[in-house]
């Protein structure tokens, strides 16, 4: 065991376009990194200054299997979903959204953002579920900004969303041991976080630059840290953000197509044929 966790390697998050145009830094899936169990997907939305009229998101589409997490820094993104299910999240809130068995939802920008124009940026986190819990009735946890926990060390402050940090509890239950914890951290401040090294750990850096392990690590990366201790540690280089994403993984084989996450090619063509069929719902509201 190291004293603290060492980096495996850091990659860069490059620029894709997804839905019906949204600019984002995939840290992955992409050619460096196609999953880390038991995340499937982190995107960095924007951060865009948008224009009226510009802004872009993602319609009606389908998920079953895993969890959605949007957790948004600034914009208004507005969520319908086939079970009539429907919200505005704002800056700071964070959705986490179980789809389980399946739905149909839309994720789209609020219509003041699309009228007036206004900054954008935020994370979409895909969690996979095990097996036991793929087909569970779909759940959301919503929280605004005023109810994440929030926890403070010299020139740190800690968003806890789920997990724990500094003693303070996330916001939120998870199926598996999960932490999901938002620095904002002072020039050359320094945290070390207790991350118990049977869960995989990452880092993604928002803003400014990280040192970690005595490597550097600039924005829009992804730090991929090894398990070899309990504790993370790191200090800020400039004004920095970021996200310290850590989860016990799942083990079990991943059959993923699109929208879906199961874990054998039957199960994803039944997800496909329960779509196709309906059995997921269909949004029907006028906008
Ligand atoms: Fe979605």
């Known amino acids: 065991m190291a004293t603290h966790r060492t980096l495996n390697r850091a990659i860069p998050a490059p620029l894709v376009s997804d839905g019906d145009g949204v600019q984002i830094h995939r840290a992955f899936p992409n050619h460096d990194l196609s999953e880390f169990d038991p995340f499937l997907l982190l995107d960095h939305m924007g951060p865009m200054d948008l224009k009226p009229g510009e802004a872009k998101g993602f319609p009606d589409h389908p998920h079953r299997g895993f969890e959605t997490v949007t957790y948004l820094l600034s914009g208004e993104f507005e969520h319908r979903d086939s079970f009539g299910h429907h919200g505005v999240l704002k800056a700071g809130d964070v959705q986490w959204m179980t789809a389980g068995s ?61 997990g724990d940090s500094l003693g303070v509890n996330g ?35 928002i803003s400014g630059g990280l040192m970690l392990g005595g490597g550097f690590i600039p924005k829009y990366h992804l730090a991929v840290l090894n398990n070899d201790a309990d504790t993370v540690e790191f200090t800020a280089s400039g004004e920095t953000q970021i996200l310290l994403l850590s989860a016990e993984p799942i083990h079990e084989p991943v059959a993923r197509y699109g929208p879906f996450v199961m874990n054998t090619k039957e199960e994803l063509a039944q997800a496909f044929e329960d779509y196709r069929a309906g059995r997921m719902g269909t949004i029907s509201v006028s906008r």
């Open 102 to 162: 399946g739905l149909v939802h839309s994720e789209v920008p609020s219509r003041n953002l699309v009228q007036n124009g206004g900054k954008l940026e935020g994370f979409q986190l895909w969690v996979n579920l095990p097996k036991r819990d793929k087909m569970k009735a779909p759940r959301y946890q919503e929280r605004d900004a005023a109810h994440i926990p929030t926890a403070t060390g010299e020139g740190v402050e800690i968003k806890v969303i789920a």
């Open 171 to 205: 916001a939120v239950e998870t199926h598996i041991p999960i932490q999901y914890l938002h620095f904002k951290m002072a020039d050359g401040a320094k945290h070390i976080q207790e991350v118990p090294h049977s869960l995989n750990s990452m880092i993604y850096v």
